[in-house]
C-alpha cells in the first residue's frame, strides 16, 4: 500500500519561498507518476505540477510555471515541490498524488494515491 505524507507547509510572506516535501512509503515499481495539487477555500482542486520518477519529463499549471519546481530524490523516496516568488493566490492546501502510471494527468482522478495535505499560507 502506497503511503504519501507531507510535510513543509506554514505561514511564508508574498515574494518568499517554500519547499514542500512528500515522503513516499510502500512504492514497488520504479516508474511511477507522482504530483502536487492544490484546493484554496471555496475552490476544487487544481493540479499544480508532475512528473514521472526515473524519467526527466516535468509538466506544470500554467500559474505556477517559472516559479514552482518539482523533484525527487529517489534514494530518499522523497518529492519535493520547490516554491518560489510565492503569491497570496498560491495560499491552499497541497496535496502530493501518486498513481501506477506513465501519465502526467492534470485531472485529480488521474491519481488513486494522495496525502493528507499541508497546509501554505501566503501573506500579503
Known amino acids: 500500500q502506497v503511503q504519501l505524507v507531507e510535510s513543509g507547509g506554514g505561514l511564508v510572506q508574498a515574494g518568499g519561498s517554500r519547499r514542500l516535501s512528500c515522503a513516499v512509503s510502500?512504492?514497488?515499481?520504479?516508474?511511477?507518476?507522482m504530483g502536487w495539487f492544490r484546493q484554496a477555500p471555496g475552490k476544487e482542486r487544481e493540479f499544480v505540477a508532475a512528473?514521472?520518477?526515473?524519467?526527466?519529463?516535468?509538466r506544470y499549471a500554467e500559474s505556477v510555471t517559472g516559479r514552482f519546481t518539482i523533484s525527487g530524490d529517489n534514494a530518499k523516496n522523497t518529492v519535493y515541490l520547490q516554491m518560489n516568488s510565492l503569491k497570496p493566490e498560491d495560499t491552499a492546501v497541497y496535496y502530493c498524488?501518486?498513481?501506477?502510471?506513465?501519465?502526467?494527468?492534470?485531472?485529480?482522478?488521474?491519481?488513486?494515491?494522495w496525502g493528507q495535505g499541508t497546509q501554505v499560507i501566503v501573506s500579503s
Open positions: 510502500g512504492r514497488t515499481f520504479a516508474m511511477f507518476v
Open positions: 512528473f514521472i520518477w526515473g524519467g526527466t519529463n516535468t
Open positions: 498524488v501518486a498513481d501506477y502510471s506513465l501519465v502526467m494527468d492534470t485531472r485529480p482522478q488521474g491519481y488513486k494515491y
